[in-house]
């Protein structure tokens, strides 16, 4: 009797998929090792400490790197020390909020006065 090789019965079928699936790692042992690992401190807190921001045009990080640079400090150290500066005055009443209502538009401060400006 002539089988059609292309009907095997189920038996047939499930312990050829067995053989060939026995030897390779499932995706589930891979995601409990990571699992496992303790996350550090600094991974939990980094989403919390991290804020984007986007500058009214690519010369203000220009600018910042430049003057970084020439303080021999890191881009973001910079730029916390800035804003550090900035909050301190406001705490002390040097620093009001800006005059104006504020409205959507379609540059990052581009409704407020801003005292400075990249050249």
């Known amino acids: 009797m002539n089988r059609d090789p ?3 019965s189920p038996d047939v079928i499930g312990s050829q998929v067995d053989m060939l699936l ?3 790692p499932t995706r589930k042992a891979r995601e409990e090792d990571n699992a496992k690992r303790k996350r550090t401190p600094h991974e ?3 989403a919390q400490r991290q804020m984007s921001i986007t500058f009214p045009g690519p010369e203000w990080g220009d600018a910042i790197r430049e003057q970084a640079a020439a303080w021999n ?3 973001s150290d ?6 550090s500066q900035a909050m301190a005055a406001i705490e002390a009443g040097k620093l009001t909020r800006p005059d104006g209502e504020q409205e959507v ?3 990052s ?3 407020l006065h801003l005292p400075w400006e990249p050249e």
């Open 44 to 46: 939990r807190d980094r």
């Open 73 to 75: 400090m890191r881009p």
């Open 6 to 8: 292309t009907e095997l």
């Open 109 to 111: 401060g581009g409704m």
């Open 78 to 83: 910079f730029v916390i020390w800035a804003i």
């Open 105 to 107: 538009y379609h540059r």
């Open 22 to 24: 026995g030897d390779v």
